[in-house]
């Protein structure tokens, strides 16, 4: 199971952590990735990383401002979003490379 | 960057209709692709993975098919609860998406 929370309003140049609980399996043992939709709109890919962290990879609309990251200890995937956007205004989504999806959390970008 | 694009964007369609999605690849994934349903408010719900092999749990009237740049979902008799947005999903190197179809009723 993947719970995603963290999302809220915040306003344009700000920054947000959005997390990801998993249970069940071993955050640091799987590749993650986070994916976004904006509303109405379709599935875009924002970034990946090993279960180690040793290869991370971001989409070019949020190089520079997202940083991916996983904590053993807690069994948790993060996103650390700066320097946000009205654009960045999404639903985001956890997902394993197995497939496995949560249920997503909004954030909203606006002023 | 390996784009997707699916077809049709919407799609009408009669309860018990065959109805048929594709995909194409910019260059060849393999079979390394997903096809997902998705309803208003809630995430995607997996329906096929590595191109043809259907997720426990959803009903055998949905299949996939295709290999290298062409993919195709097809629904064998379209049921009321298959209103929705498909999404078409490769996962050969990073991810990307298709734009996705609209199943709608006609």
């Known amino acids: 199971q993947l719970v995603e929370s963290g999302g809220r309003l915040v306003q344009p140049g700000g920054s947000l952590r959005l997390s990801c609980v998993v249970s069940?399996?071993?955050?640091?043992?799987?590749?993650m990735n986070w994916v976004r939709q904006a509303p109405g709109k379709g599935l875009q890919w924002v970034s990946y990383?090993?279960?180690?962290?040793?290869?991370?990879a971001y989409a070019d609309s949020v190089q520079g401002r997202f940083i991916i990251s996983s904590d053993n200890a807690k069994n948790s995937l993060y996103l650390q979003m700066d320097s946000l956007r009205v654009d960045d205004t999404a639903i985001y989504y956890c997902?394993?490379?197995?497939?496995?999806w949560g249920r997503g959390t909004l954030v909203t970008v606006s002023s | 960057d390996i784009q997707m694009t699916q077809s049709p964007s919407t799609l009408s369609a009669s309860v018990g209709e065959r109805v048929t999605i594709t995909c194409r690849a910019s260059?060849?994934?393999?079979?390394?692709l997903a096809w997902y349903q998705q309803k208003p408010g809630r995430a995607p719900k997996l329906l096929i993975y590595?191109?043809?092999r259907l997720e426990t749990g959803v009903p055998s009237r949905f299949s996939g098919s295709g290999s290298g740049t062409e993919f195709t979902l097809t629904i064998s008799s379209l049921q009321p609860d298959d209103f929705a947005t498909y999404y078409c999903?490769?996962?050969?190197?990073?991810?990307?998406f298709g734009q996705g179809t609209k199943v709608e009723l006609k």
């Open positions: 997902v394993t490379t197995e497939l496995w």
């Open positions: 069940g399996f071993t955050v640091t043992t799987y590749e």
């Open positions: 990383t090993t279960g180690s962290g040793d290869t991370k």
């Open positions: 260059q060849s994934i393999g079979k390394y």
């Open positions: 590595q191109a043809s």
């Open positions: 999903h490769q996962c050969y190197s990073y991810w990307t």
